[in-house]
């Protein structure tokens, strides 16, 4: 089964969250979906959502609590129903200047609250066109996950998005995203032995439900991580379908 997980991103009014989850409530698909609202849609989605769909947040602290305006810790996002947590998506990074070394701070935390992390990396089009993609995203799997060294099964997944990829419509080839999830598999395997080896591995960057299967396809791609096209409740169901 694949893991379809959607991110929402800064959208959704609430009347918007209300209509998606009453069109996908009771809707049958075949693979697992995933939510993550703006964290203050989380109960609200959980309310409606209905038991098949587990939501998350987008984000989180490293702390556990304490003076630190605007951010939501691990532990409340846990207490308010989430299922996981987004850390270290390119638009962290680039526009809130997130570090690795934070990231692996955010992901420890979540973690040791039993939220699911998915752990974003990916390289930009610079980097690409520098051959540079493997060593890239290596060394944020390296750097993001220090001091990581076991978690319960099934709670650490990594999402590949190619920075060029995201919300441009320029997909990265089924080749393109075999090649960088086949790499990783290796290196988590290289770091965690056969529990690496078992991290769903999720493709990001434009998956629209016309290219989805074929990227879904691929060996090691285990799920897709999905922006624009989660947002409407038709485009989102034909990927779950
Ligand atoms: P798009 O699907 O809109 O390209 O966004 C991808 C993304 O950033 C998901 O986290």
Avoid at 37 to 56: E, F, N, V
Avoid at 67 to 93: I, Y
Wanted: glycine share 8%; with cysteine.
């Amino acid at each position: 089964m694949k893991l379809i997980v959607g991110n929402w991103k800064m959208n959704q009014t609430l009347s918007q969250v209300k209509a998606f989850f009453e069109a996908t409530a009771h809707a049958s698909y075949k693979q697992t979906a995933w939510i993550a609202p703006q964290a203050l849609h989380i109960s609200t989605s959980l309310s409606l959502a209905g038991a098949k769909i587990k939501i998350g947040a987008q984000n989180c602290s490293e702390h556990d609590s304490g003076a630190f305006t605007g951010e939501n810790s691990p532990a409340s996002l846990k207490d308010a129903g989430a299922s996981f947590v987004l850390v270290g998506h390119s638009e962290r990074r680039q526009i809130f200047g997130e570090q690795n070394k934070t990231l692996s701070l955010k992901a420890a935390k979540a973690l040791s609250h039993k939220l699911a992390v998915i752990f974003c990396i990916g390289e930009t089009l610079a980097e690409r066109e520098s051959n540079q993609t493997l060593a890239v995203v290596k060394k944020q799997l390296r750097e993001g996950l220090e001091g990581i060294s076991s978690w319960d099964e099934g709670l650490l997944i990594v999402a590949y998005e190619p920075v060029w990829a995201i919300g441009t419509g320029k997909v990265a080839t089924p080749a393109q995203a075999q090649e960088v999830h086949a790499a990783l598999r290796a290196e988590l395997k290289e770091m965690y032995g056969e529990s690496g080896a078992k991290v769903r591995l999720l493709y990001g960057g434009s998956v629209k439900p016309d290219n989805v299967v074929e990227l879904m396809s691929q060996r090691d791609i285990d799920g897709a991580l999905v922006g624009g096209a989660s947002l409407k409740a038709n485009d989102f169901l034909a990927l779950c379908q």
